[in-house]
């Protein structure tokens, strides 16, 4: 299990970012050893399948120093955490309802010394708040998101400011048919940056 995937498809990071990169899976394989984050199986692809997935949402949108992003439904850190490493100026709220998940994502961030990142277990619709970016994964329908983060976005029908942006894989024109007219909606294939097989017909949705 290589973190060279992640330098491929990012060959400008900072040694201190590669390490924090390095750093998850010994991480994760304790806290898995622990508690059933992620399948044992899937461990052999977790660059691939988590950090590498969540960073699709870095080649979509970058996002500034001083921005503040909400991930609802963190669950392990996914996209938050390799997101934090990424862009280490901008703030991140990572929010589950599940205890021992939040417990988890304040060790990783702890461990890495990621002062940007916040984790607290709440459900997202009771975080009082406004945020430049709400970014999740795969965690509902997204008619059923858009009503977590109703008001909590600063600003809205601006693609340039940021909005929520989803990764969701499968037949999503349903779920982008039910969401509110008022939403603005735009979806890219991430196939656009990472040509590896697992990301077809996984997507960055964006709306705004």
Known sequence: MSCDIIKTYFPNLTETQMAQYERLVPLYEDWNSKINLISRKDMGNFYEHHVLHSLAIAKYFELLPGMKVMDIG????????PLAIMFPQTRFLLVDSIGKKIKVVKDVAEKLDLQNVTAVQERAENINDKFDVIVSRAVTQLPSLVKWCNGKLRVT???????ILYLKGGDIDIELRDVPKNWKRKSTSITKWFKEPYFVEKYVIHLY
């Open 74 to 81: 963190t669950g392990g850190g996914f996209p938050g955490i």
């Open 157 to 163: 029908n601006d693609i340039e400011a940021g909005g």
